[in-house]
């Protein structure tokens, strides 16, 4: 019987996982970090436990009072700090890495405290196991997922990584969170309809994110192939950005212009390569290594240092400084094993 209860109450949340991790046709989170946002919610759950209990003990709450409207909103908000960090370092480039990397958090966390129910509840009832693993399980998967899903768009709405796009996710997962502990419906029904609700909408979100990101790779991809021709060819300075990069002489050095112009190239050269590796990915091909990668991190990492942080704010209108635009040299780097900071 411990067997099946261990099964029943942890295994359908990290089947999930595997079913989110398996839809997204570009594998943009790597396994490795999908270990670490496990962890990093297995840790979130201790430390919420160790809350709860101080609370429970010090103030003068009902249990059902706090488990409707305290530890609801103690616990997502702990288990966003996580996210919140991905989502702003630039390690989470669309929605569907935020709704994997959000559920994972969830999972972790759920995994800890199954743990801890099974260890204290003591209980032989199979039926309390199947909806803890299949409910609450699922429920804290799915609120930090939503979580990842809403402040990932309203971040790429606003072009911003502001902590206040965050709220709205998070009172929404609270709100989702508090509902569930309400019990408004039997655990069987409310079981069912978290199980319905949450893949439709993941599905959904899915469909929606991976058109979007065709989309950007198309445009995106053929306005750097335009930009590079243009240096290759010699003829920049017969544009706009030619004769941006002219006036700039008048304030800045020749050989500082020209390092800004070699910055740009390669910028671009790597924002083309990673969309690249994108595009054969969702093809379904296996990238091998490219040594030539981390020597123009390297030069990259030179060059900015070279010019100094003015004259990367001078050339800024025509990078690609973009959440996508950011995370898209971060995986490429990343997958090439060239640390970089985003």
């Not at 950007?216 to 706009?240: P, V």
């Not at 083309?272 to 990259?300: H, Y």
Request: glycine share 8%; charged share 15%; net charge positive.
């Amino acid at each position: 019987m411990n067997v099946v209860k261990i099964l029943v109450s942890l295994l359908p949340v990290f089947l999930f996982l595997a079913a989110l991790v398996f839809l997204d046709s570009y594998k943009l989170v790597k396994l490795l970090s999908i270990l670490l946002t496990l962890l990093a919610g297995a840790i979130v759950a201790v430390v919420c436990l160790l809350i709860n209990s101080w609370a429970l003990r010090w103030f003068a709450w009902e249990m059902a009072f706090y488990s409707r409207y305290i530890a609801p909103l103690i616990e997502e908000t702990c288990k966003a700090i996580y996210l919140f960090y991905l989502v702003r370092s630039k390690k989470t480039g669309f929605m569907v890495d935020a709704a994997i990397h959000g559920f994972a958090i969830g999972a972790g966390f759920a995994f800890i405290e199954n743990i801890y129910y099974l260890q204290s509840l003591q209980s032989s009832n199979l039926f309390l196991w199947i909806i803890r693993g299949f409910g609450t399980a699922i429920m804290h998967g799915g609120t930090t997922a939503v979580l990842g899903i809403v402040a990932k768009g309203l971040s790429e709405r606003h072009a911003s990584d502001r902590m206040r796009l965050f709220l709205p996710g998070l009172g929404l997962a609270v709100l989702i969170h508090s509902i569930f502990n309400h019990f408004l419906l039997p655990p069987v029904l409310s079981t069912a309809s978290l199980l319905i609700a949450l893949p439709l909408i993941i599905v959904a979100v899915f469909a929606q994110s991976e058109k979007a990101t065709r989309h950007w790779l198309g445009i995106g991809f053929d306005t750097d192939m335009e930009l590079l021709k243009m240096i290759d060819s010699g003829k920049i300075a017969e544009n706009k950005i030619g004769a941006y990069l002219q006036s700039l002489q008048e304030h800045f050095p020749g050989t500082m212009v020209a390092d800004m112009l070699c910055l740009l190239r390669i910028h671009v050269e790597l924002a083309m390569r990673a969309k690249g590796t994108l595009l054969m990915r969702g093809a379904g091909f296996r990238m091998t290594l490219d040594p030539e990668i981390k020597e123009k991190f390297d030069e990259l990492k030179y060059l900015e240092k070279s010019i100094g942080k003015t004259g990367q704010l001078a050339i800024a209108p025509f990078l690609h400084t973009s959440s996508r635009d950011l995370w898209q040299l971060y995986m490429l780097g990343k997958s090439r094993g060239v640390k970089r900071k985003a």
